[in-house]
């Protein structure tokens, strides 16, 4: 399989995942035209579209890209019904595209109905998982972002993170802030610096490099809990995600 990532906007990128038969899905698109450009350009079919919640920025192309291609299934969850999505979908199902078996993740936080696409080794987590940060909490609870992270937590080292902005720069500027001692940030930084200097993505990147890098996924860390101010060990690590998540928000 061949994975793409088609930046558009201001920082979010479009998915795209191809089999050798020239057939491939679309995740995410905010805007049709460089789908459409990508997909003309390189003879791809679409098989499926691919929404993870109903922010405008992710959705937003759905229509025009139905003008052309119009008998292409488009799954989501319920919140996506309005957005042009076809085939509604929830935690624990499973959809197969081009030959492959996606497990939906239901990962509120973000949006209520945040939902996520899993088939090894690729992860479309939308706007859940950020390499070294998270999204916002729009709709949900710390508490339910706290858990959507720990469900990608434990999917297997070798995932690889389909995330849908390139925030990866200024989430390590904050992981380096709070997290001054780890000095995987620091290498990890200097890596990412490299790679946008080159204008070349800092995404996707490995679940096992995120687990090494990623505040929002290290919250049992006794470093960071001193760093944010808890003078004792909480009671809860998703407090710890509470507070994280808190300052990130006014960094």
């Known amino acids: 399989m061949n994975l793409i990532s088609i930046p558009a906007m201001q920082d979010n990128y479009i998915w795209l995942l191809a089999n050798d038969q020239q057939e491939c899905l679309i995740v995410d698109p905010g805007v049709a035209a460089p789908a459409l450009h990508y997909l003309t350009e390189n003879k791809l079919t679409p098989k499926a579209i691919l929404l993870t919640h109903h922010h405008n920025d992710h959705v937003g192309g759905v229509g025009e890209i139905l003008q052309h291609y119009p008998d292409i299934p488009v799954y989501g969850p319920h919140e996506t019904a309005n957005k042009g999505c076809t085939q509604q979908v929830r935690g624990h199902d499973e959809i197969?595209?081009?030959?492959?078996?996606?497990s939906v993740l239901d990962v509120p936080g973000h949006t209520l109905g945040h939902i996520a696409y899993y088939a090894t080794p690729y992860l479309f987590c939308g706007d859940t998982l950020f390499s070294a940060g998270c999204g916002r909490i729009f709709e949900g609870t710390p508490e339910q972002m706290y858990a959507s992270l720990q469900l990608i937590a434990q999917l297997p080292d070798n995932t690889l993170i389909c995330c849908a902005h390139e925030y990866t720069e200024s989430n390590l500027r904050f992981a380096r802030y709070v997290l001054p001692e780890n000095k995987e940030i620091?290498?990890?930084q200097k890596?990412?610096?490299?790679?946008?200097?080159?204008?070349?993505?800092?995404?996707?990147?490995?679940?096992?490099?995120?687990?090494?890098?990623n505040p929002f996924l290290r919250c049992y860390d006794n470093d960071l809990q001193r760093n944010l101010g808890f003078e004792n060990q909480p009671n809860k690590t998703w407090q710890v995600f509470a507070r994280l998540r808190d300052m990130k928000d006014s960094f």
């Not at 890596?191 to 996707?204: F, I, N």
């Open 186 to 188: 620091e290498t990890y």
């Open 191 to 213: 890596q990412v610096h490299e790679l946008r200097l080159k204008h070349q993505p800092s995404v996707p990147s490995l679940l096992k490099i995120e687990k090494e890098i």
């Open 96 to 102: 197969t595209v081009l030959g492959m078996t996606f």
